[in-house]
């Protein structure tokens, strides 16, 4: 069986294709910023801690992927197919995004072997699914990986489920992927396309 990771970038791989606007709203080390940039995708990826963005410089970099990295709004509107690494959080990303998009993931939670006090919040992730809902394409798709064995994690989980949970079944198809007989704290995956 697929895990619950790669199952999302399954997902997400099915529908992006070259030139697609894309959002990872996690960057972290960069490994799902890497994965949509290698799809040929435009892509916006967001953090809030500069380790994150130096981290994932580097491995686009090593990829032989072009980047480049923004502590500010952007000014302008990108012309060619780029990799973007916004030092903001995601609650933000309509400031910097601002072409229709075709899929988003994220990775909540904090970043492994770092400071666990800077993890993704309720309030602030919500407020990016909103953004992005309203951006999102006909046909385009989001990934939520929750993680949420740390502090604030379940208060986390339940907000994001509670939310995506209330879309309108007419417009949107929600989805959960998660393993049901593990007895840690395994993430689950919630997907959302956008049906009209
Ligand atoms: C689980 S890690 C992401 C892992 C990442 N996808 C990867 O491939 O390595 C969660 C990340 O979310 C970041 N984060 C926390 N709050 C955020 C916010 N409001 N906006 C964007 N990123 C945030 C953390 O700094 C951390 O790097």
Redo the contacts with the bound molecule.
């Keep these: 069986m697929l895990k619950q990771l790669e199952m999302a970038h399954w997902m997400l791989k099915d529908i992006i294709k070259t030139n697609d606007v894309v959002v990872?709203?996690?960057?972290?080390?960069?490994?799902?910023?890497?994965?949509l940039a290698e799809l040929g995708a435009n892509v916006y990826a967001?953090?809030?801690?500069e380790?994150?963005l130096n981290?994932?410089e580097k491995r686009l970099d090593d990829a032989g992927i072009k980047n480049q990295i923004f502590e500010k709004n952007l000014s302008k509107l990108l012309t060619e197919p780029s990799v973007n690494l916004v030092l903001?959080?995601?609650?933000?990303l309509s400031e910097y995004v601002k072409e229709p998009i075709k899929a988003a993931?994220?990775?909540?939670?904090?970043?492994?072997k770092?400071?666990k006090s800077?993890?993704?919040?309720a309030d602030?992730?919500l407020t990016?699914l909103d953004a992005l809902t309203n951006q999102l394409v006909v046909g385009g798709r989001i990934a939520i990986?929750i993680?949420y064995g740390h502090e604030g994690g379940m208060e986390e989980k339940n907000a994001v489920i509670k939310w995506t949970s209330s879309l309108p079944q007419k417009d949107w198809e929600v989805t959960s992927y998660a393993p049901l007989n593990q007895i840690h704290t395994p993430p689950i995956l919630v997907l959302i396309e956008k049906r009209k």
């Design positions: 990872d709203a996690t960057m972290g080390n960069g490994y799902d910023t890497q994965f967001f953090d809030v801690q380790e994150a981290a994932t903001s959080g995601h609650e933000k993931i994220f990775n909540l939670g904090y970043l492994p770092t400071d800077v993890v993704t919040k602030t992730t990016a990986m993680y």
